[in-house]
């Protein structure tokens, strides 16, 4: 062998091994595609499904599904969208960051962080149906009205903003922890005076409003004063004035009492209520804007 063809043949061995690294390396993400099969479309698969975008069969077998559910994620995570599953989506997929606590869910998921949104939606008293991990239309419903008192984009789809929101613990009225026992003590009491009877989400909707009302600017910063707020020598709640704020609560009330600390909300961020067979409520009725309706009240923002 001539000395030239020596040292040609060195060069080619060096840069090969240069280049080896990244070739195995490369390997671990490895390009799947529709017909792709095996275990690491399954892997695929189950990161998928683990993170809502996948809700079919784990079968190994790369499918219209699977690559459907590569394009949600690839449009989710705003990379370049071919239904590809290649390095860059493999490796944002398989990850272990703090983001993917905030994986975007919505209809049709399934799944563990299905059921963990469900759970907090419940917790919060925007979603009454079985916790199933399956986003239906239950489910999407409970996120717009979450996102609706919240003030944020309001599109069904429990993504990073919605589910901070809602998984977070910066407002005061998201955890029992920042009350103590007299709050609640005072809170069961002034449900069970106003709405003894009720429905039980009308029982939580009394105390949500009176929270919302500690959490505002324009009235007092604890529950007891706000219950015994008086404005031109009127209390602001009836069962001030006529001594029924001193009755011994029901169990219901007292749970109600709880969940509204908690951070159940089931009428957002309603300001007021009154009974329409017991008061006009007019100057409720003509400044503020009408909510819904639990049973006997009215809710207003």
Avoid: C
């Avoid at 994620?73 to 398989?94: C, E, H, M, W």
């Avoid at 029982?203 to 219950?227: C, E, K, M, W």
């Avoid at 609560?249 to 909300?265: E, F, K, T, V, W």
């Avoid at 006009?280 to 400044?287: D, E, L, S």
Wanted: aromatic letters at 10%; hydrophobic letters at 35%.
């Amino acid at each position: 062998m001539s000395h030239k063809k020596i040292v040609l043949t060195l060069i080619i061995m060096i840069i090969f091994s240069l280049q080896m690294p990244t070739i195995f390396a490369n390997q671990s993400y490895t390009t799947l595609r529709i017909g792709s099969r095996g275990s690491n479309v399954v892997r695929l698969q189950e990161a998928l499904q683990q993170k809502g975008y996948y809700n079919s069969n784990v079968d190994g077998i790369f499918g219209r599904i699977t690559e459907n559910s590569v394009i949600r994620f690839q449009t989710d995570n705003r990379i370049s969208v071919d239904g590809i599953a290649g390095p860059q989506t493999k490796s944002l997929l398989y990850a272990n960051n703090t983001s993917n606590n905030f994986v975007t869910l919505r209809f049709g998921s399934r799944g563990i962080s299905v059921t963990k949104l469900q759970q907090a939606l419940q917790n919060r008293g925007y979603y009454s149906g079985v916790i199933d991990g399956i986003f239906g239309r239950i489910t999407e419903s409970a996120v717009i009205r979450f996102q609706t008192d919240n003030r944020i984009t309001v599109d069904g789809i429990a993504g990073p903003q919605t589910k901070s929101l809602l998984y977070g613990t910066s407002n005061a009225h998201n955890t029992a922890s920042t009350y103590n026992s007299g709050d609640l003590y005072w809170l069961s009491r002034i449900i069970h005076a106003e709405a003894q009877g009720e429905p039980y989400s009308g029982q939580v909707a009394v105390g949500n409003v009176v929270l919302n009302r500690v959490n505002s600017n324009h009235f007092p910063n604890t529950i007891y004063n706000v219950i015994f707020e008086y404005y031109k020598s009127i209390p602001q709640f009836s069962p001030v004035a006529d001594g029924t704020i001193y009755n011994t609560p029901s169990q219901s009330s007292i749970q109600a009492a709880r969940d509204s600390l908690s951070g159940a909300r089931p009428v957002g961020n309603s300001m007021y209520f009154f009974n329409p067979d017991k008061s006009a409520g007019t100057w409720i009725v003509h400044n503020r804007t009408f909510l819904t309706r639990i049973g006997n009240h009215v809710f207003y923002l």
